[in-house]
Nanobody, 122 residues
């Protein structure tokens, strides 16, 4: 059963940075695309970024392009999200999940973890 443990969130001032980590287990992470998602209070969960299985293709939501960078270390079963120049509208619980195959197609496929809270406020 695939499992995800997100970490690295916290309280940061606007313009600050955070690095989120996603530890995956229970499946062969290196053959799946992995995505980061977020859910703000009162809003639906949205995709933030995705990285294909090899790490050579990445995708970003327009709202985070140029500020966030996704990466992965398959030998550590871990995916990262480096978030720079954070804005108050980035405040949300951040989750990771896998897709159904090697590419970022079809949306998240597995169960959700607990997520990690990111709060951007002065």
């Amino acid at each position: 059963q695939p499992q995800f443990v997100e970490s690295g969130g916290g309280l940061v001032q606007p313009g600050g940075s955070l690095r989120l980590s996603c530890a995956a287990s229970g499946f062969e992470m290196d053959v799946y695309a992995i995505g980061w998602f977020r859910q703000a209070p009162g809003k639906e969960r949205e995709e933030v970024s995705c990285i294909n299985s090899s790490g050579f293709r990445t995708e970003y939501a327009d709202s985070v392009k140029g500020r966030f960078t996704i990466s992965r270390e398959n030998d550590k079963d871990t995916v990262y999200l480096q978030m720079n120049n954070l804005k108050p509208e980035d405040t949300a619980v951040y989750y990771c999940n896998r897709y159904g195959g090697s590419y970022c197609i079809g949306g998240p496929f597995g169960s959700w973890g607990q997520g990690t809270q990111v709060t951007v406020s002065s």
